[in-house]
């Protein structure tokens, strides 16, 4: 089966970075990916990392290490909209994705 | 980037009775289309895997009988669940991919919060 391991909760402040780590377990593997998901709202894809390194994509980057099962998502220069939930997320069989429990961020003015 | 739409976005009924749910593919033909239900501050959790043409695919513990799928045109599936009770209040989320494309991207409807009575 898959199991992914993200923080439950994480604050911070205007201006500040914050990481989100994951760590998965996979019967196999084809990419990380983060989404967003505001209260009440659908999740909205953010990023993707199907190889080892860095994306980076504006004031967010996503980490990924294979050998480590482990990847995280980075959000520079935050602000008071990046409150919400974060979600890891793999792909499994028939390209369904399975989610991590999710990381609540809450960004202090 | 492709748009899911997903319809109503709110509904209320009350125990007993059931309630359709639509999931539209706006601008590409999605075979395959995602069903998942979100409890608050919980994550989200695959349903079943509706396949246009076919039987739903449900994973394990979800009842078929109770949460019926139709996946009859490549651009809409439908979730009806079926004898509804106030455990089902939650909120329904569908997605779907484009084809040909392996970006890791899931594109999610709206979203359509249950509440039953």
């Known amino acids: 089966g898959q199991s992914l391991e993200q923080p439950s909760e994480v604050t911070a402040v205007e201006g500040a970075i914050v990481q989100i780590n994951c760590t998965y377990q996979?019967?196999?593997?084809?990419?990380l990916s983060w989404y967003q998901q505001h209260d009440g709202g659908a999740p909205t894809f953010l990023s993707y990392n199907a190889l080892d390194g860095l994306e980076e994509t504006g004031r967010f980057s996503s980490f990924l290490s294979r050998s480590d099962s482990y990847g995280y998502l980075l959000l520079q220069e935050l602000q008071m909209k990046d409150s919400a939930s974060y979600f890891c997320a793999v792909p499994i069989s028939a390209r369904q994705l399975t989610f991590g429990s999710g990381t609540q961020l809450t960004v202090l003015p | 980037g492709a748009v899911v739409s997903q319809h109503p976005s709110w509904v209320i009924c009350k125990s007993g009775t059931s309630v359709k749910i639509e999931c539209r593919s706006l601008d590409f033909q999605a075979t395959t289309m995602f069903w998942y239900r979100q409890f608050p501050k919980q994550s989200l959790m695959l349903m079943a895997t509706s396949n246009e043409g076919s039987k739903a695919t449900y994973e394990q513990g979800v009842e078929k009988d109770k949460f019926l799928i139709n996946h009859a045109s490549l651009t809409l599936s439908t979730l009806t669940v079926t004898s509804a009770h106030p455990e089902d209040s939650s909120f329904y989320i569908c997605s779907a991919r484009e084809p040909d494309r392996d970006t890791g991207e899931l594109f999610f409807g709206e979203g359509s919060r249950l509440t039953v009575l």
């Open positions: 996979t019967s196999g593997f084809y990419g």
